[in-house]
C-alpha cells in the first residue's frame, strides 16, 4: 500500500517551501499589537515612522488597530539590494519630511535581522529630538543580529530563514503573497534577477 501524499494548502504560492506565518495569525497578531501600542502610549498622538516599501503593508494594517491620534511619514532605506543578506550598510534613499522634535514617535519596520537598519535609522531620528522613541516591528529573526538592538514592539520571533510576503520582498518580488513564507532556496539569488 503505497502512502498517501499530502496536498500543498491551496494558498501556498509555489515559490514557497511553506507558510510560516499565515493570514489569519496575521490579522489576529495585528489586533493584539495594535491594542498594546495604544495602552503604552497612553493619551499621546504617535507620530508613525514607517521604513518603505517593506513595512507598507504592515503599517496600513497596525495603524488602523491603534485607538491613538497618528501622524504618519516614511523613510526609504536599502539594505539587501537584491540579496538573501544584508551585506551592506543601510542607505537613506527618501528622509521623511514631518518634524519629529518633542513628538512621540514610533518606529515602523518589516523585520529585525542584524539590526543595523533599526539602529541606523533610530540613531537619526533621536538626533532630531523627539520626546520619546519606540520602535515595532512585523518579524524579529533570531540569531542574526550583528548590533545589539532589540524592538519594544515585536509581531512575530522567527527562525533564521529567508522569507516573502506581506510587503517583504526578495528583488521587489512577491510584497503581495498575503501571508509570511519562506521562499524556496533554489530561487534565492537566481542568476536572471541579478
Known amino acids: 500500500?503505497?502512502?498517501?501524499?499530502?496536498?500543498?494548502?491551496?494558498?501556498?504560492?509555489?515559490?514557497?517551501?511553506?507558510i510560516l506565518v499565515s493570514e489569519l495569525r496575521?490579522?489576529?497578531?495585528?489586533?493584539?499589537l495594535g491594542s498594546e501600542i495604544t495602552e503604552a502610549f497612553g493619551d499621546k498622538e504617535i507620530t508613525a515612522i514607517s521604513i518603505?516599501?517593506?513595512a507598507i503593508f504592515f503599517t496600513a494594517d497596525l495603524l488602523r488597530k491603534i485607538n491613538r491620534p497618528i501622524?504618519?511619514?516614511c523613510i526609504r532605506v536599502s539594505s539587501y539590494r537584491n540579496q538573501t543578506i544584508s551585506k551592506e550598510k543601510p542607505h537613506i534613499l527618501d528622509m521623511l519630511r514631518l518634524n519629529?522634535?518633542?513628538q512621540h514617535v514610533l518606529l515602523i519596520d518589516d523585520?529585525?535581522?542584524?539590526?543595523?537598519?533599526?539602529?541606523?535609522?533610530?540613531?537619526l531620528l533621536k538626533k532630531r529630538k523627539p520626546a520619546s522613541l519606540k520602535t515595532c516591528v512585523l518579524l524579529a529573526k533570531?540569531?542574526?543580529?550583528?548590533?545589539?538592538?532589540?524592538?519594544?514592539?515585536?509581531?512575530?520571533?522567527?527562525?533564521?530563514?529567508?522569507?516573502v510576503g506581506y510587503g517583504l520582498d526578495f528583488a521587489e518580488r512577491y510584497?503581495?503573497?498575503?501571508?509570511?513564507?519562506?521562499?524556496?532556496?533554489?530561487?534565492?539569488?537566481?542568476?536572471?534577477?541579478?
Open 1 to 18: 500500500m503505497s502512502k498517501a501524499i499530502k496536498p500543498k494548502p491551496s494558498n501556498l504560492h509555489s515559490d514557497l517551501d511553506r
Open 26 to 32: 496575521l490579522k489576529r497578531r495585528l489586533t493584539k
Open 52 to 54: 518603505i516599501n517593506g
Open 71 to 73: 501622524r504618519l511619514d
Open 100 to 102: 519629529v522634535e518633542k
Open 111 to 123: 523585520i529585525l535581522d542584524t539590526g543595523k537598519t533599526l539602529s541606523v535609522v533610530a540613531k
Open 142 to 163: 533570531q540569531g542574526r543580529r550583528e548590533v545589539e538592538f532589540e524592538a519594544d514592539f515585536v509581531g512575530f520571533k522567527i527562525p533564521d530563514r529567508f522569507v
Open 175 to 194: 510584497r503581495n503573497l498575503p501571508s509570511i513564507g519562506i521562499l524556496k532556496p533554489s530561487l534565492q539569488n537566481p542568476p536572471e534577477w541579478a
